[in-house]
């Protein structure tokens, strides 16, 4: 089944604790992007890669890194988590290379830091 | 960069009515406008999009209108029933530039209620 996976799908940490969302398509897609959705704010993007080893900031990227080593595979780091962080993430990843075709969202992952 | 206004925030309508749902967004290079329905607890997902070489596109109860002059495009869905009651959210994307980045940006969403 075409799909785009994400782990864990929910998760409580503490300030400071680095913790990894790991996010994983199956559908041979050139983009790939996380957002995170909270109340009132809609869907913001933190980063997006556009191919293999090439990345770039979305809108909030600050406390954040990603990586892409493999086409298939989106890792989403927070190196030293805050409570600003608390928040449903959502990975998602699309044919092409911009981004401007239909977008294949995860699960989502929901992260509380306390 | 661009930015995507998106009105009204909350919508409640009895079924078989019809919702619409306006967005604006500032960058006039932007090219590219879809839609995408999320249902609560569920990831969102793509209902319709536009490309600005068309002015209306339609998919059964569902149409997207764009008019590039005014920088706005509106979402029309006629005959509501429950199942259309989830947040939904447009965005706008596209614009090209040499040394730029380009992003897809969503407006902050509205929430469609139908009521039985």
């Known amino acids: 089944e075409a799909q785009v996976t994400q782990n864990p799908r929910y998760l409580i940490t503490v300030t400071g604790k680095k913790l990894t969302v790991t996010c994983s398509q199956n559908m041979n897609h050139e983009y790939m992007s996380w957002y995170r959705q909270d109340p009132g704010l809609g869907l913001r993007q933190i980063y997006y890669?556009?191919?293999?080893?090439?990345?770039d900031k979305g809108d909030v990227p600050e406390g954040y890194k990603v990586s892409r080593k493999e086409k298939r595979n989106f890792p989403l780091i927070l190196e030293s988590p805050s409570p600003n962080q608390t928040s449903l993430y959502f990975c998602a990843s699309s044919l092409g290379t911009s981004g401007f075709d239909e977008q294949f969202f995860g699960p989502g992952t929901r992260l509380t830091v306390l | 960069g661009e930015n995507v206004e998106q009105h009204p925030s909350t919508l409640s309508v009895q079924e078989g009515d019809s919702a619409v749902i306006k967005c604006t967004y500032s960058d006039s290079a932007s090219n590219y406008f879809p839609w995408y329905k999320q249902e609560l607890g569920k990831r969102p997902q793509l209902i319709i999009d536009?490309?600005?070489?068309?002015g209306e596109k339609k998919d059964q109860r569902i149409a997207v209108t764009l008019n590039k002059t005014a920088k706005h495009f509106s979402l029309h869905i006629t005959e509501t029933q429950p199942e259309d009651s989830a947040v939904y959210f447009c965005a706008a994307g596209g614009a090209y530039r040499q040394g730029g980045s380009e992003k897809l940006v969503f407006g902050k969403g509205t929430k469609l209620t139908v009521n039985p």
């Open positions: 536009i490309r600005s070489n068309v």
């Open positions: 890669s556009m191919n293999v080893e090439v990345t």
